[in-house]
C-alpha cells in the first residue's frame, strides 16, 4: 500500500484520538468546575456511600441521614449546571431555567414520595420550604447583612409584588383549609378520599385552585421576564467607600470562576442529567426509610418533612442568600429567598397537586388549620419587615426566632391530629 493510500486512514485514526481526548478533557473539565462550584459539594463523597448503604438495606437512620448528606451538594451542582446553561440560551430563557430547575430536587423528592403515598411528606415539605425560605434564610440575610451595617435597602416594588404574590398563595391553603371546616363530615366516614364525601369536594376544589396558581405563575414569568422586566434588574448599590457598583445577576455564585471557565451547552445538560439521575436514586432511599425513621427515631413525619428534608434542597440557595447580603446586595439575597419561596408556593406546590391526580394519589391543598396558621404568620411578619424596603439584624432576628419558634411546635405537634 502506499503512502498516499495510508494517509486517510491515518488522518481518521489520528482524528479519532483526537475527538476522544477532546470529550475526555470536557468531561474532566465539567467534573472539576462543577466540583469546585461550591465549598458544600466537598460532600460529594457521600453519594456512593448513600448509593450502597441504600442497596445494602442498612439500618434506616443510616440510610436516611447518609443520603440526606449525598443529596446537599447535589442539590448546589443542579443549581450551578442550570446557570451555566442558562448564559448560553439568553437572558428570557435562561431566567425560565433557573425559575424551573431551581427547585428541582424538591421536585424529584415529591415525585418519588408521591409514588410511594407519602403525601404527607410531599405536604409537609412543601411547606417546610416556604417557611425555611421566608423565615430562616432572609432572617439569616438581614443578619449577615446588616451585623455591621445601619440599614440595608433593597427595591421595595419587586418586595411589594413578591408579598402580594405569597399572599394569594397563602390564600389558597386558607380556602381549602375553611371549606373543608364548613362542610358536615359525613356518616361512617373512611379512608381519604371518600366518594362524594367533603373531602373528595375538598380534593376536586384543590385541582382547580391549583391550575388557577399555575396560570398566574405563568403570567407572573411573563410579567417578570418580558413586559415589566426593567423593575426586576439589579440596582446600584453605593457600597461602603461611597462608590456606586453595579450588581451583577451572575454574581449570585459566591465562588464564580473565571470568566473564561465556564460549561458549555453540551457539559451543562450532562451535568444536569448526571445530578438528576444521582438525586433520584438518593432520594428514592431517603423516602423509602422514612417510614422505619418514624417508629425508630420517635419524629415525627410532619417535623422530618417540613423542617428536616427543605434543608437538603435549599442549603446552596441558602449560603448563596447570605454570602451576597454580605456583600450589601440585598436585591439579589430577596430575589432568592423570597422568590424562592414564591415558586414553591405558586408552581411547585400546585403542581404537585396535579402530579398526584395522575398518580391517583390524594394529594390536595388541604393543610391541618394549625398548618394554615403557621404559614399566615409567617407570611404576615415576613410582609412587614420588607414592605419598607429597608432591613437591619433586628428584624434579622425576629425572622430566625419565629422559625425555631415553628420548628419546635412542629417538633411537638402529633401526626396523629394531621388532618383536624
Avoid at 437512620?61 to 451538594?73: D, E, G, M, Q, Y
Avoid at 430562616?136 to 455591621?148: E, H, Q, S, T
Avoid at 364525601?197 to 391549583?210: A, F, I, Q, T
Avoid at 440585598?330 to 424562592?340: F, H, N, R, T
Wanted: aromatic share 10%; glycine share 6%.
Amino acid at each position: 500500500m502506499s503512502s498516499f493510500e495510508s494517509a486517510p486512514l491515518l488522518n481518521n485514526v489520528q482524528s479519532t484520538r483526537s475527538g476522544l481526548s477532546l470529550i475526555k478533557y470536557n468531561v474532566v473539565k465539567s467534573v472539576v468546575l462543577s466540583v469546585k462550584s461550591s465549598p458544600v459539594n466537598y460532600l460529594l463523597i457521600f453519594v456512593p456511600f448513600g448509593l450502597y448503604v441504600g442497596f445494602a438495606e442498612w439500618s434506616a437512620t443510616v440510610v436516611f441521614w447518609i443520603n440526606f448528606l449525598a443529596i446537599v451538594p447535589l442539590a448546589s451542582i443542579l443549581a450551578f449546571a442550570t446557570e451555566e446553561l442558562a448564559e448560553h440560551v439568553g437572558e428570557t430563557v435562561g431566567g425560565l431555567l433557573n425559575a424551573t430547575f431551581g427547585n428541582a430536587v424538591e421536585l424529584i423528592v415529591s415525585i418519588i414520595a408521591l409514588k410511594d403515598n407519602q403525601f404527607r411528606i410531599v405536604q409537609a415539605s412543601m411547606l417546610g420550604s416556604i417557611l425555611s425560605n421566608l423565615l430562616l434564610v432572609l432572617g439569616c440575610c438581614f443578619i449577615a447583612g446588616g451585623f455591621n451595617r445601619v440599614q440595608q435597602t433593597f427595591n421595595q416594588t419587586v418586595a411589594q409584588t413578591m408579598s402580594s404574590l405569597m399572599a394569594l398563595a397563602t390564600a389558597s391553603l386558607l380556602i381549602p383549609a375553611a371549606f373543608h371546616s364548613t362542610l358536615p363530615v359525613p356518616k361512617g366516614k373512611t379512608d381519604f378520599p371518600q366518594p362524594g364525601s367533603s373531602d373528595e369536594l375538598v380534593l376536586s376544589l384543590s385541582r382547580g385552585v391549583s391550575i388557577i396558581l399555575l396560570i398566574v405563575y405563568i403570567i407572573f414569568l411573563f410579567f417578570q421576564l418580558k413586559t415589566h422586566k426593567s423593575l426586576f434588574e439589579p440596582q446600584p448599590q453605593i457600597d461602603e467607600d461611597g462608590i456606586i457598583a453595579t450588581i451583577i445577576p451572575n454574581e449570585l455564585d459566591a465562588n464564580k470562576q473565571e470568566e473564561d471557565e465556564h460549561l458549555s451547552v453540551t457539559s451543562s445538560i450532562g451535568v444536569l442529567v448526571a445530578a438528576t439521575v444521582l438525586v433520584s436514586f438518593s432520594a428514592d432511599y431517603l423516602i423509602g426509610s422514612v417510614d422505619q425513621l418514624v417508629e425508630t427515631s420517635g419524629l415525627s413525619k410532619t417535623f422530618i418533612g417540613l423542617i428536616i428534608i427543605p434543608i437538603v434542597g435549599n442549603a446552596a440557595e441558602h449560603a448563596t442568600a447570605v454570602v451576597v447580603a454580605m456583600k450589601n446586595k440585598m436585591d439579589l439575597a430577596i430575589g432568592v429567598a423570597v422568590g424562592s419561596s414564591l415558586q414553591i408556593a405558586i408552581f411547585v406546590t400546585p403542581f404537585m397537586v396535579l402530579v398526584g391526580w395522575v398518580f391517583d394519589v390524594p394529594m390536595s391543598l388541604y393543610f391541618s388549620t394549625f398548618e394554615t396558621a403557621i404559614l399566615f404568620v409567617a407570611v404576615f411578619i415576613a410582609n412587614l419587615v420588607i414592605l419598607d424596603g429597608e432591613s437591619n439584624y433586628l428584624e434579622g432576628v425576629m425572622l430566625v426566632s419565629t422559625y425555631l419558634i415553628v420548628a419546635l411546635a412542629f417538633f411537638y405537634y402529633p401526626d396523629s391530629g394531621i388532618n383536624n
